[in-house]
């Protein structure tokens, strides 16, 4: 292989590129997704569940009551449940219907929810 600037140039601008999406992906995963506050008071998210949690990271306010509403498009019996531990909540959900969780963080913190195995995970951080 013979290496030429252009050919270099190509390489350096690819490299550049994923650098850039890594960074991109890496950055938004941490911040997560904040929750709209909706008409009601709610701090309002929809959850996708399929093959995951999307958003698996979800920003809340602490005393500000948070309505997360899952909408399961899976049949894979992994996912049939979701389970919020650190708030005493678990929900079974139905293929294709929205099930609202309702509570209210009152400390600061991350805390996980997860399915029954703990094999899809995501997060809530109250700020
Ligand atoms: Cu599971």
Redesign the pocket.
């Known amino acids: 292989m013979t290496w030429t600037w252009d050919r270099i140039l190509v390489d350096l601008v690819g490299l550049g590129l994923i650098c850039f999406i890594v960074w991109f992906f890496w950055l938004v995963r941490t911040k997560g997704v904040r929750a709209a506050v909706t008409s009601g008071g709610y701090q309002e998210q929809m959850v996708l569940v399929k093959g995951g949690y999307t958003p698996d990271v979800i920003v809340v306010e602490a005393g500000k009551p948070v309505r997360l509403n899952f909408v399961r498009q899976e049949s894979?019996?992994?996912?049939e449940?979701v389970l919020l531990p650190a708030f005493n909540k678990s929900a079974h959900l139905p293929e294709g219907q929205t099930v609202p969780v309702e509570f209210l963080p009152k400390d600061r913190g991350e805390f996980e929810f997860?399915?029954?195995?703990?094999?899809?995970r995501g997060k809530l951080i109250v700020e």
Do not use: E, L, N
């Open positions: 894979a019996s992994c996912s449940m997860a399915c029954q195995m703990g094999m899809f």
